[in-house]
């Protein structure tokens, strides 16, 4: 769990492939880095600007959804986005991705821990 700055929703750190674009440009597949209800951060190649509206194509087995989001971090080539205008629904789904992922960090850590002791 990450909560840092302005930061105020758990945030679950998860490797996977996503697909993103530009509104009406083509799909980019990108890795995401960390995942929250609010946002996301990921690694891209192709050049963002700030506050740039993008959409991001979750996988099938999150639930095949459409989201809409803005640019609002670029560090390098992760670049941090912010969800927009999420429906109750899509919350939902992205509040059990997030909580399933971190409740695993969650598991893998303890069990580090308790390897070593």
């Not at 105020?8 to 996977?16: G, H, N, Q, V």
């Not at 530009?22 to 690694?43: H, M, N, P, Q």
């Not at 639930?63 to 803005?70: D, F, H, S, V, W």
């Amino acid at each position: 769990m990450v909560l840092l700055g302005r930061r105020s929703f758990i945030r679950a750190d998860i490797e996977a492939q996503l697909f993103l674009r530009r509104i009406g440009e083509d799909w980019e597949k990108v890795t995401c880095k960390d995942i929250s209800i609010d946002g996301l951060a990921f690694c891209a190649a192709a050049p963002l600007t700030l506050e740039e509206p993008i959409e991001i194509a979750l996988p099938d087995d999150w639930g095949r959804q459409l989201i809409t989001a803005r640019v609002v971090h670029i560090h390098d080539d992760i670049i941090g986005c912010q969800f927009i205008d999420l429906s109750p629904e899509l919350a939902q789904v992205l509040s059990r991705i997030v909580y399933s992922n971190w409740q695993q960090s969650l598991r893998r850590t303890t069990s580090s821990t308790d390897e070593k002791e």
